[in-house]
């Protein structure tokens, strides 16, 4: 059974907030990165894109975490310690596509590099904290 | 010997920005929280206190990571990758004390509980990657 968020850090998944996404490396050490995020009411959902580090990494070991901040107010957040429990190239185009809506107010997402395919990865959170 | 700071990001150091800070817990998962940062110089310095998940983390394991965006622009950010290669108490209360003078212009830290002791960990940059 997953975690719970509180209702009343919903907001900060609704604003366009960049969320601190760690992964591990092959040798265990961790890695951060800030990202768009995604919440599907189940998951919390990244983009990013097949062959990058991230990818690398999750498909290795799925565990991950993310914190993501008030801008208004850095001493409330959400932190979050989960699993990658689906890998999917299914929809990551549209996907991209709504987070760069959300993100940077745009219909397509513009930084697309040539070749490059980009992949969902769903994270079940295993624990939630909230300060502030 | 350690990766080095380009020059043109040693702004994020210098403002009262939160960096994103992970630590591993006992199983090798990830553990992300907001938190004050400092550079020496030569080190990223941490303050906590003695007991907390995250000292105990970084004692189990000096592995760490950390992020810092420009709240200006989220695409522009650092991102370091190391070790905590100091921990100490030594002049750990002046310390959480310049914090406080750094993100909350108080001379000094209100937040302190009974019986708390403040610790700084030393971290040496392995790897630093800079975006944007």
């Known amino acids: 059974m ?3 968020i509180p209702d009343a850090y919903l907001d900060l998944l609704k604003k366009n907030i960049f969320a601190s996404f760690v992964t591990l490396m092959a040798d265990g050490s ?3 990165t800030p990202v768009w995020i995604d919440f599907d009411g189940t998951y919390f959902v990244v983009n990013s894109a097949l062959g990058r580090m991230k990818d690398r990494n999750i498909r290795r070991d799925p565990r991950v975490a993310l914190s993501l901040s008030d801008p208004e107010n850095p001493y409330r957040y959400l932190e979050v310690r989960g699993r990658v429990v689906e890998i999917t190239q299914d929809g990551a185009d549209e996907h991209v596509n709504a987070m760069a809506k959300k993100y940077l107010g ?3 997402y513009p930084f ?3 070749g490059e395919e980009r992949v969902i990865y769903r994270i079940e959170a295993d624990r ?3 300060m502030g």
């Open 2 to 4: 997953s975690a719970t």
């Open 30 to 32: 961790p890695q951060v």
């Open 106 to 108: 745009q219909d397509v």
């Open 112 to 114: 697309r590099q040539p």
């Open 128 to 130: 939630i904290s909230t």
